[in-house]
T-cell receptor, first 115, second 115 residues
Framework: EPEVTQTPSHQVTQMGQEVILRCVPISNHLYFYWYRQILGQKVEFLVSFYNNEISEKSEIFDDQFSVERPDGSNFTLKIRSTKLEDSAMYFC?????????????FGEGSRLTVL | AQSVTQLDSHVSVSEGTPVLLRCNYSSSYSPSLFWYVQHPNKGLQLLLKYTSAATLVKGINGFEAEFKKSETSFHLTKPSAHMSDAAEYFCVVSASSGGSYIPTFGRGTSLIVHP
């Protein structure tokens, strides 16, 4: 069964460092998402990506965040200068709106710890 | 606009007794509705989905949910809880409307199962 894969599963970084989280969505999906879950809190939408550009973003997704689909398979989330409050689990998801259901297929998540 | 309200942050049941996790939604368009489960330190797994077909939806692990448009509800039930059901459950609403394809999460309900 096709699945979304994310790397790394866990990353520890120092405050102010750049971090890149990687995702490989399901190959025939066209919509890609990043969500964030701070420990013990709800799952929050960060950004959606379609047709090689950002389609929507939340207020959380400020200038320190960026997304890219560099090679047609990977979908990356970059945090330029990490802050303590960026510590969270980051989930990548993809969706096939061709069936018009909006079901999200999630990766296992990347846990980011900022020290 | 769309939103999801999960009415209980925690639900505690004894093993073998019924489970009810409540979810109400708001959507300007015909929604798709989902329940996802998250076990500790794991990713998000789809339990079941409603996509405008049968209003009673059966999912994995004996869970089911009923879409009630008049009550704008999509409550999750299971006749008999098992210890392995202990997890966080998220209700999600999704609707393609006005170009927005952003699934929205509820805050989550933590299911606790006592022996």
């Amino acid at each position: 069964e096709p699945e979304v894969t994310q790397t790394p599963s866990h990353q520890v970084t120092q405050m102010g460092q750049e971090v890149i989280l990687r995702c490989v969505p399901i190959s025939n999906h066209l919509y890609f998402y990043w969500y964030r879950q701070i420990l013990g809190q709800k799952v929050e939408f960060l950004v959606s990506f379609y047709n090689n550009e950002i389609s929507e973003k939340s207020e959380i997704f400020d200038d320190q965040f960026s997304v890219e689909r560099p090679d047609g398979s990977n979908f990356t989330l970059k945090i330029r200068s990490t802050k303590l409050e960026d510590s969270a689990m980051y989930f990548c998801a993809s969706s096939d709106w061709g069936s018009n259901t909006g079901e999200l297929f999630f990766g296992e998540g990347s846990r980011l710890t900022v020290l | 606009a769309q939103s999801v309200t999960q009415l209980d942050s925690h639900v505690s049941v004894s093993e073998g007794t019924p489970v009810l996790l409540r979810c109400n939604y708001s959507s300007s368009y015909s929604p798709s509705l989902f329940w996802y489960v998250q076990h500790p330190n794991k990713g998000l797994q789809l339990l079941l989905k409603y996509t405008s077909a049968a209003t009673l939806v059966k999912g994995i692990n004996g869970f089911e949910a009923e879409f009630k448009k008049s009550e704008t509800s999509f409550h999750l039930t299971k006749p008999s809880a098992h210890m392995s059901d202990a997890a966080e459950y998220f209700c999600v609403v999704s609707a393609s409307s006005g170009g927005s394809y952003i699934p929205t999460f509820g805050r989550g309900t933590s299911l606790i199962v006592h022996p």
